[in-house]
């Protein structure tokens, strides 16, 4: 078996050796030299941008409402100045952040295995279809069981992220173009959840934070409402869910028309979306070439027809390797796939998002929080927020996502090339509790202006580069640890099971502890007691995947048969 395995790696080497022109070797984490691999070598970048495209219903969906959540929750509270009002705040915003992530749990496992057996692409137009309506309704909601129900709604329909990860693998198929790949969508998506922070912030509450639109002197104030724009009024966190719901519907046709199946049993079928795309793209194709180069419909159609036959591929000299044995498919029992290592690997996937969730959900809270003078405070009793605006906030959350980005692009795959996933992930798992450690004190800072910027930079740019660098990798990871390829929208299935149950639980529990470190005069309750900790249990754990995830002189390639 290892002799036949070695024979394999050696095989698909020197094949993918033959098929590209000669390049400096690179190391490779664990298993001889590979070719160096840059941006432009990606392959399939369109369909890569497309299904990059579909995963901005996640920032969307989920990142919009952060920068607001604080204030809608207050404005649906029969009584938002009673003295206990920033208690149930807390609780509250707990649970509506909370709910997204157990619809998304609920459903993960169940998309995953239909995408294993109807293909990938229907799955994905169905959660986009869902989630274009759950994001319109949340807007014009005004009590909390209705949000809540319209937040499950749309963490179900989101079930179909670990679909999205499986096309990813199943898109780029060699292994030294994973980390790139993988990297694409993660850039892609903190990009979304920039620009949702941002306009998350900027849209909430429009008459106040737009008056020149919606106030009552507002360009779009048409009749002349004393207050500002009637409906808004009435429903004043309604824009940021039409925005999301306009550029969901704009992914879905674009997905619909143009994302090609990638699963090997449903690829060749005839899909009537790519036939309109492709109907639509000639159509433009020819108006185009006809009045650039003078050539009539017909001759230009004559010369299409030529190269109708032609199979086409994002690059002719790269082709992808097909794996022996993955011709012929077949369906493992669910009881088979979840090997030890797999199980060792999905357990660290779930650590990450149970800390990381409760800081996405906690820190924007925190920043809109009323500020306290904290007379008398010692090292560990003090409380506070830094009473920052909504759109303050969304535009300081979206300026650190900008830094992520960039940290993305630069930093992440030269870490990644020098020590490896596993390294990567390690690395990461240990910077997490540094962030936050010396997250809550900023409320010992938050009079003084120049100081509690500094301090929050601080926080952020630690808990931002320590994300970029788990993400990606918690993700290649995962994929790596699949016994079969056939079974990889199934495993991706449970590794978004386990992360949304984790991203429900985490901000439950740090609700819960913020009203209680409000109540006992102790902000850094929740940082202390939950983030901290979970963080440090996650970096034990990822040395704990050394014996069994470590590259051993074997290809993915081979560990996928």
Request: net charge positive.
């Given at each position: 078996m290892v002799h036949r395995i070695e024979v394999e790696e050696q095989r698909l080497l020197e094949a993918t050796s033959s098929s590209h022109d000669e390049k400096a070797p690179d190391r490779v984490q664990?298993?001889?030299?590979?070719?160096?691999?840059?941006?432009?070598?990606?392959?399939?970048?369109?369909?890569?941008?497309?299904?990059?495209?579909?995963?901005?219903?996640?920032?969307?969906?989920?990142?919009?409402?952060?920068?607001?959540?604080?204030?809608?929750?207050?404005?649906?509270?029969?009584?938002?100045?009673?003295?206990?009002?920033?208690?149930?705040?807390?609780?509250?915003?707990?649970?509506?952040?909370?709910?997204?992530?157990?619809?998304?749990?609920?459903?993960?496992?169940?998309?995953?295995?239909?995408?294993?057996?109807?293909?990938?692409?229907?799955?994905?137009?169905?959660?986009?279809?869902?989630?274009?309506?759950?994001?319109?309704?949340?807007?014009?909601?005004?009590?909390?069981?209705?949000?809540?129900?319209?937040?499950?709604?749309?963490?179900?329909?989101?079930?179909?992220?670990?679909?999205?990860?499986?096309?990813?693998?199943?898109?780029?198929?060699?292994?030294?173009?994973?980390?790139?790949?993988?990297?694409?969508?993660?850039?892609?998506?903190?990009?979304?959840?920039?620009?949702?922070?941002?306009?998350?912030?900027?849209l909430a509450d429009p008459v106040d934070n737009l008056p020149w639109l919606f106030g009552p002197t507002g360009i779009l104030n048409f009749h002349k409402n004393p207050d500002g724009v009637a409906w808004v009024l009435k429903y004043p966190y309604a824009l940021p869910a039409l925005f999301n719901g306009t550029v969901l519907v704009i992914c879905f046709m674009l997905a619909a028309l143009w994302l090609k199946e990638s699963f090997p049993a449903k690829e060749k079928s005839w899909d009537p979306g790519l036939a309109i795309g492709k109907a639509i793209a000639k159509l433009i194709t020819r108006k185009a070439a006809a009045k650039v180069s003078g050539y009539t419909p017909l001759q230009i159609e004559e010369a299409n027809s030529l190269v109708a036959d032609v199979p086409m591929s994002e690059s002719v000299s790269d082709p992808p390797i097909p794996l022996r044995g993955e011709a012929k498919l077949s369906r493992p029992r669910l009881r088979d796939i979840w090997t030890r290592r797999l199980l060792k690997t999905l357990l660290a996937f779930g650590l990450l998002p149970l800390h990381n969730a409760t800081f996405l959900y906690i820190f924007p809270v925190f920043l809109s929080m009323p500020t306290s003078a904290n007379i008398g405070f010692t090292a560990f009793c003090f409380t506070g927020g830094l009473g920052l605006a909504s759109p303050t906030v969304g535009f300081y959350l979206a300026s650190f996502g900008i830094c992520g980005i960039f940290l993305q692009m630069f930093i992440y795959p030269r870490i990644q090339k020098h020590i490896g996933n596993l390294g990567a992930f390690r690395l990461a798992s240990a910077i997490f509790p540094i962030a936050y450690v010396f997250a809550p004190y900023l409320s010992l800072v938050s009079g003084h202006e120049t100081i509690k910027w500094v301090a929050m930079a601080f926080v952020l740019f630690f808990q931002v580069m320590a994300r970029t660098m788990a993400m990606p990798s918690s993700v290649i990871l995962l994929t790596e640890a699949a016994p079969r390829r056939s079974v990889l929208g199934t495993v991706h299935g449970a590794g978004s099971t386990l992360s949304a149950l984790s991203s429900a639980a985490g901000p439950v529990i740090g609700g819960v502890l913020l009203a209680r470190g409000i109540e006992i005069g102790a902000m850094g309750l929740v940082w202390w007691s939950w983030l901290s900790l979970v963080s440090l249990a996650a970096l034990v754990w990822s040395f704990v995947l050394e014996k069994d995830e470590q590259e051993k002189g074997v290809s993915v390639g081979a560990q996928l048969e």
């Amino acid at each position: 078996m290892v002799h036949r395995i070695e024979v394999e790696e050696q095989r698909l080497l020197e094949a993918t050796s033959s098929s590209h022109d000669e390049k400096a070797p690179d190391r490779v984490q664990g298993h001889g030299l590979e070719e160096k691999v840059t941006w432009r070598d990606l392959p399939q970048k369109k369909q890569l941008l497309l299904l990059a495209l579909c995963r901005l219903s996640t920032p969307l969906s989920n990142a919009c409402l952060l920068p607001y959540i604080y204030f809608l929750v207050k404005s649906v509270l029969s009584d938002p100045g009673h003295p206990s009002a920033s208690k149930q705040i807390s609780r509250l915003t707990g649970l509506l952040v909370a709910a997204y992530p157990l619809g998304q749990m609920s459903t993960s496992m169940m998309w995953g295995r239909l995408s294993d057996t109807y293909g990938r692409k229907p799955i994905i137009l169905l959660g986009l279809l869902i989630s274009v309506t759950a994001n319109l309704a949340f807007g014009f909601s005004r009590t909390i069981g209705i949000l809540l129900f319209w937040r499950v709604l749309a963490g179900m329909a989101n079930g179909i992220l670990g679909v999205m990860r499986t096309m990813t693998a199943e898109i780029v198929k060699e292994r030294k173009y994973h980390s790139r790949a993988f990297l694409a969508l993660t850039l892609v998506f903190n990009s979304g959840r920039v620009a949702a922070l941002a306009i998350g912030g900027c849209l909430a509450d429009p008459v106040d934070n737009l008056p020149w639109l919606f106030g009552p002197t507002g360009i779009l104030n048409f009749h002349k409402n004393p207050d500002g724009v009637a409906w808004v009024l009435k429903y004043p966190y309604a824009l940021p869910a039409l925005f999301n719901g306009t550029v969901l519907v704009i992914c879905f046709m674009l997905a619909a028309l143009w994302l090609k199946e990638s699963f090997p049993a449903k690829e060749k079928s005839w899909d009537p979306g790519l036939a309109i795309g492709k109907a639509i793209a000639k159509l433009i194709t020819r108006k185009a070439a006809a009045k650039v180069s003078g050539y009539t419909p017909l001759q230009i159609e004559e010369a299409n027809s030529l190269v109708a036959d032609v199979p086409m591929s994002e690059s002719v000299s790269d082709p992808p390797i097909p794996l022996r044995g993955e011709a012929k498919l077949s369906r493992p029992r669910l009881r088979d796939i979840w090997t030890r290592r797999l199980l060792k690997t999905l357990l660290a996937f779930g650590l990450l998002p149970l800390h990381n969730a409760t800081f996405l959900y906690i820190f924007p809270v925190f920043l809109s929080m009323p500020t306290s003078a904290n007379i008398g405070f010692t090292a560990f009793c003090f409380t506070g927020g830094l009473g920052l605006a909504s759109p303050t906030v969304g535009f300081y959350l979206a300026s650190f996502g900008i830094c992520g980005i960039f940290l993305q692009m630069f930093i992440y795959p030269r870490i990644q090339k020098h020590i490896g996933n596993l390294g990567a992930f390690r690395l990461a798992s240990a910077i997490f509790p540094i962030a936050y450690v010396f997250a809550p004190y900023l409320s010992l800072v938050s009079g003084h202006e120049t100081i509690k910027w500094v301090a929050m930079a601080f926080v952020l740019f630690f808990q931002v580069m320590a994300r970029t660098m788990a993400m990606p990798s918690s993700v290649i990871l995962l994929t790596e640890a699949a016994p079969r390829r056939s079974v990889l929208g199934t495993v991706h299935g449970a590794g978004s099971t386990l992360s949304a149950l984790s991203s429900a639980a985490g901000p439950v529990i740090g609700g819960v502890l913020l009203a209680r470190g409000i109540e006992i005069g102790a902000m850094g309750l929740v940082w202390w007691s939950w983030l901290s900790l979970v963080s440090l249990a996650a970096l034990v754990w990822s040395f704990v995947l050394e014996k069994d995830e470590q590259e051993k002189g074997v290809s993915v390639g081979a560990q996928l048969e």
